[in-house]
């Protein structure tokens, strides 16, 4: 029966359009200096076990590929921007001197070469693949960037958020007004795969910001998250109208009405001290987990039982599932 | 009259041998370390020392099996032994090292000593393997492009430091992996613009020091120091190169290994008017510096803030100060009196307070941390961190003001702050200690009297390890310091008449504000949040020098420093690259 369950699983991953790829490190017991485990950017293969790719990093905390060509990944890293390709072996670092611990990453799908990145010291683009930066901060000062997410419908259309608010550009950085937020500290901003229009965002302490008109404005939804801190959001491709959110505190948040009503779902997590989730696009209702120190865990149900999957001891910062092809 | 005597006979017992005796006797403790702790350290001492090279190569290959650790802290090591190699290592250590540069990628770091020793043993591994393609590098850069950058951050800090100071400014310990880079490249970089500018860093770097130090000790505030070195004053890696590049202070038992590395690369020798500058405390001075914060990622205009920096010096005491606030995130030290010792070895002669603060806020401006995690991750390492206990740190609500000896430090700490109280240091060294009942405190550390009166009442705890803690639970409250050197009075009987009779002034609400007549004449006006005033004269921040005093002067932008003493004069010139 064993054997039978590990076939169908095998088989299932083989035939899956995607992967799941983590950016993570092994934190349980851990401080700087002191010899790291395997940590960076994993990739789980079929069967279930993770393969670490490229080198062994402790500030691996964001990826995003180019559709036309997803064996290339490209990182956000303590290090700089990591071109990773031949899916994830071959790590160059593309970024100089001039900028330092990136917080996200995201490429233009529309505009071929150009890639945006947060960092600790504002936003930059490159318009070339990597050749050359110009920085695109919104401000002059208070520059501290957490996220950027660039629109999938529009090039040189993108979302960033930082220190203070929401930033919206429609010519690739080169001019910028505030979108909403402002006094809150952004931690991540997401567009739904299924309306251009639905954006959200999450905060520090202040919950949970939507927009429904393309990242125009943001708004408070005030009914989730608030004077908590959460991390993440995902929407799940396979299910318009279901989306999770994760964060210290609420741990595990979904919704199955697009964000009206949201409903803690922790059942068979150890702690709810969530850093990030996914769902994955090609197993509906298959939602991923990562909780602090303790490991990633999977639920097939959307939330509602979980069990444990692997990378103990990890905190996984981001996880995405990439397509195996070019789309 | 006796503790003079005492200073005098110490010092002559702690008469160092010559500067290369000093620099060989520690290259030869690393060579042959008691004990089975045989690391890179030990590699690089006996390749410089031309001895046993097959072993070197054994126990490097064995180090560099995988998986590596230690990030920049593994590249400097790596870096000098490729460069004491001089034909000595086996072709398989070699290769062995040339791989290891390319299958283990360095955490660059998060602070300037972090990318100053990245970025210099980077430049100095492109500069010897050369030519090599990305394929070679953690990188995935070619040796040119690794060179380029990691040339042009050097100058970039290169120019930063002279313009507005270090970040990472005076620090007890990073002082070492400040210097032991400069060293490299003043010995290793075969661009000699390149090479004459790590010397003149070095000059500028010692000089620093130098002018700062009382009897090796490295006094004055600090932007980084830690738990022991804040109050054991002496036992620190700057204590460590008072002794190797000047010969002050007792021999260390072991210096710390940034002394080595300095040592086994340019092993530079600084000029004698630092030598003079470094030992001559027969004059009384006042030093200036100004200095800038580390990176402010959030929540400030501008990415470096100023700190202004006073540090009166004397033979027997010296009393420094930063203006106070948040300059430096978990390990700042802004103000203390330390006190010259005949033997510093395991004694604690120092006094300050401080307000134990620790906050989200600090590590997120600072850093990178997310929300929740951020306080306990730097905890796992900076223990006392979050301590109510802790006597490391600086907080945004203490402020201070200094004139030669006499400082005033003011707190003015909100309700619902984590740690409502501040703490003070009393050393279980002092020689007399008197709480009297006009409130002040008078105490005696060798040839060093000091008057401290706290704005509010106190209790005194004991501290783990020796000594007291003061603790004044109040929001508003202060502290009032003048120091003054034994000579100048019969006894501390003789030095409390002379403090009560002092003028002293305060309240403390809505802020605490202090008014006071030093000892040396001076009526000193300070105010929570408002600039001092000393004779009626606000202090003049704006003009604030990047070094001023008797031995060092520089403006602020002016990539300059001028070294002076009596009639001697060195002044280094970044701009054109000259020494004169």
Known sequence: MRSVLLVFAVAAAAAAEHRMWVCMRIQKNWVGGLPLKPSGLFVDSPGGTFEQRGYNHPLVVGLDYDPRDPSTLYLAAGNGLIRASERGRRWRILTDHQVTELRDVSVDPNAPGTIYFAHVGGLHVTRDGGATFEPVHPLARRRYTETVRVDRTRAGRLVCGGESGLYLSENGGRSWRLAGGAGFQIMYVQQS?????????????????????????????????????????????????????????????????????????????????????????????RLVASLHEEALYVSEDAGRNWRRYGLEESVAYRIRFIPEAAR | MRGTLLVLLATAAFAAPPFEARVRELIESYAHPKGNDFGYATIAARLKLGQDPAWCSRRLIELLEPPIHGDMFWMFPTTAIAYLDRGQLSQEARQALREAWRTYMPFRGDTENHWLLYYTSLYLMAQLWRGEPGERWFTGKSSEENLREAAAWIDSWIRLTTRRGQGEYDCTHYIGVFLLPMSYLAAWAEDPVMRKRAQMMLDYLI?????????????????????????????SVAGDFGYLLFGLGPRPALMNGYALYYSVASAYRPPAILERIATDRSTPYTHYERKRTRNRWRFHDELHGPVYKTTYIRREYAVGSDQGGILQPIQQHSWDVTWAVADPRGVHNTFFTMHPYSSLYELQTYFSFGPDFGVEEVVRSKRTYDSPDKLLGG??????????????????????????????????????????????????????????????????????????????????????????????????????????????????????????????????????????????????????????????????????????????????????????
């Open chain 1, 193 to 285: 795969p299924h309306d251009a229009d639905h954006w959200l965002a999450v905060t520090q302490l202040g919950g949970l910001l939507v927009s429904a008109d393309g990242g125009r404005t943001f708004e408070n939804s005030g009914n989730v998250g608030v004077h908590r801190n959460l991390y993440d959001i995902a929407f799940d491709p396979t299910t318009p109208g279901r989306i999770a959110l994760c964060g210290w505190g609420p741990g595990v948040v979904v919704s199955e009405d697009n964000g009206k009503t949201w409903e803690e779902r922790n059942h068979g997590l150890p702690s709810t001290a969530v850093w990030s989730v996914a769902f994955d696009p090609d197993r509906t209702g």
């Open chain 2, 207 to 235: 000089a620093d020091y130098a002018a700062e130090n009382l009897d090796g000790i490295y006094v004055g505030s600090h932007a980084r120091t830690d738990d022991k070195m804040v109050i054991e004053k002496w036992h």
């Open chain 2, 395 to 580: 907080s945004p609500f203490e402020k201070i003001m200094q004139d030669e000896d006499t400082v005033i430090a003011l707190y003015a700490i909100p309700p619902l702050t984590r740690f409502p109280h501040i703490n003070g240091f009393i050393s279980k060294d002092l020689d007399e200690f008197v709480e009297d009942p006009s409130g002040w405190i008078f105490l005696r550390g060798n040839q060093a009297l000091i008057a401290a009166r706290p704005l509010q009442r106190y209790a005194l705890k004991p501290i783990q390890g020796g000594g007291r803690r003061l603790f004044s639970p109040y929001l508003n409250n202060g502290v009032v310091v003048q120091a003054a050197p034994a000579s100048e009075f019969a006894n501390l009987e003789a030095f409390r008449k002379a403090i009560l009779a002092l003028e002293l002034d305060y309240r403390l609400e809505p802020v605490p504000s202090v008014r006071f007549r030093s000892l040396r004449g001076r009526r000193l006006e300070f105010t929570y949040g408002e600039t001092p005033r000393v004779d009626g004269r606000p202090l003049d921040y704006e003009n604030w020098p990047l070094f001023g005093g008797p031995f060092l002067e520089a403006a602020v932008d002016s990539e300059q420093l001028l070294i002076k003493y009596g009639s001697e004069r060195r002044k280094l010139d970044f701009r054109r690259n000259t020494v004169e």
